[in-house]
């Protein structure tokens, strides 16, 4: 396979941009913890509406779930990502970013497991730690599945040497600028990745004539497409939007970003307008891309190729060469921000807590770099293993049900209720992870529906937890009133 020389130059010129974004960036964000990891404090919501929502749109969401869209149908993925995600940026705003973000101007701090700590203590800080450790860099590992397939379109290479190619570049461009640089870079590849999902299903519509043409087409060949598939559980479909939902209420990478706003009501702001993009992105760009690929190519074997294949044939060589870079940067945005949150519980929860009390600010992120750099490498070789033994689609999956049940309920718990206290916390946290793999790995519920039972679960050990051991003491609960302020 021979490089595509129009795509390669458009895409690589974007990213050098992106390089020169970062490194004008570059010096703010060495400043400290403060600059590093919460940009400052000084992100617009324009910028951090996009910039969250260019971290929500994984190569999950460009390639693995449009491919789920095309088998498993538009109304699967509708209520699975666009309804899912959207009520989750929108509980998210009302009653979780407000209260993180004063907790953020309060202690100085920018993640989950800090907030976690400092409402239930050592135990629930350790687990949550180890729980992101071990669930996040497959999530990696699904972005950079997706940038090996990318990476091979545009450059012609094997896949296992596109992997380490894009690898290198992410993983050195986030341990280089940290959150500063990764806000506004994630900015222009959320504009980027909007603009060009949403432009080829414009561009399909119009090439078939219409939806009210199109759309008979694609039933042709996937007769369920808009409406309820007969072999799926309506408890699948209720399962999977609770999952999604709960994720972006949750999630320590979606978590990381409601610390870098100006102030709560840009935040909200943000999570607004995140939740806008983020329902036009999965209705109506899913729509047409998705019933463009059934009937172009019926019999797809690589569903996460779709985007691909239905760009290939509808874009000119320029606009592909942009549709590229924006799944590049979808790759790229959830990327930068999963291994800034991964090497922060690192270095912040692990090494400065149990293996070196006395680290001072430099040397945290001397070490959270290194881990960055370990886990970079890691998860490449695993990409380079697992391609072709599984989708994208189903790794992602795994993290958002898996994380959704292990953080959602200490989270709301600890901002919400004041009785909570570490007992509740501790269970609850661990509960959750541990009911969820052990229904996800006996396979008796439905599949994608094993957060439900997890979440429940989760709720009765923080209840009965909270309630049958000491109440939390008096400065807990002060600190639970302060976030309310």
Known sequence: MQPRMVELIITVLFFTFCIFLSWRLQRSSTKGEVSFLGAGRGIGFIVNGFAQFSGLVSAASFLGFLGVCCTLGWSFTTMAFGVGSTLGFIISMLVVSGPLRRYSELRGKFTLTNFLADRFGTATSLSSSIFILVLFPLYIVAQLIGGGLA????????????????????????????????????????????????????????????????IPQALEAQPFFLSLHPKISPWTYFGICTATMLFVLSSPHTVMRLFVTRDVRQGRAALSLTAGLSLVFHLLGYLGVAAAALILFPKIENVDMTYIEVMNVLFPPVARGFAVAGILAAIMSTTDVILLAVGAEFSHNLYKKFLNNDADPKRTLMVMRVVMLAIGATTTILAILLHGNTTIGKIALILIGGSGSTFFVPLIAGIWWKRANGVGGFLSCVGGFVVFFILFLTGIMPQYSEVLAAVTASVLFMVFGSLLTAPPRIENVAFVEALHR
């Open 151 to 214: 990476g091979r379109y545009i450059l012609g290479l094997d896949f296992n040497i596109a992997v380490v190619f894009v690898a290198a570049f992410y993983v050195g461009y986030v341990v280089w600028g940290g959150m500063l640089s990764a806000s506004w870079v994630d900015f222009v590849q959320g504009v980027l990745m909007f603009s060009f999902m949403i432009g080829l299903s414009i561009t399909a519509i119009v090439h078939f004539g219409g939806l009210g043409v199109m």
